[in-house]
Nanobody, 127 residues
Framework: VQLQASGGGTVQAGGSLRLSCAAS????????MGWFCQAPGKEREFVAS????????HYADSVKGRFTISRDKDKSTVYLQMNSLKPEDTAVYYC?????????????????????WGQGTLVTVSS
């Protein structure tokens, strides 16, 4: 599986960005995709996830109501629409794939449950 993240950049607080993650290397009809972020000096944190088959989504509390994850199965691409951005959203954003799904949202929060990772795209939000 190869994952190519794009769409990062610099934006002022209150602005918007849309990240994309193009996936290839298999048929994406099951499993799930996640977005994580990692700020300098901090651990990688869960942002959002979506299943390929059922379109089930989960969000970190810090982004609920501001970010929206979606997927286009025909294009094997996952998106993260980021609105009302804050300086604390500044980080490198990574997309990841897990071939598994689970009923518990906690499963998707754990980086160890994802098998494949993209290279990351930098989001900088200025105040």
């Amino acid at each position: 599986v190869q994952l190519q993240a794009s769409g990062g950049g610099t934006v002022q607080a209150g602005g918007s960005l849309r990240l994309s993650c193009a996936a290839s290397g298999r048929t994406f009809s099951s499993g799930a995709m996640g977005w994580f972020c990692q700020a300098p000096g901090k651990e990688r944190e869960f942002v959002a996830s979506i299943t390929w088959s059922g379109d089930v989504t989960h969000y970190a509390d810090s982004v609920k109501g501001r970010f929206t994850i979606s997927r286009d199965k025909d294009k094997s691409t996952v998106y993260l629409q980021m609105n009302s951005l804050k300086p604390e959203d500044t980080a490198v954003y990574y997309c990841a794939f897990t071939p598994r799904t689970y009923y518990s949202r906690i499963f998707y929060y754990n980086t160890h449950n994802y098998d494949d990772w993209g290279q990351g795209t930098l989001v900088t939000v200025s105040s």
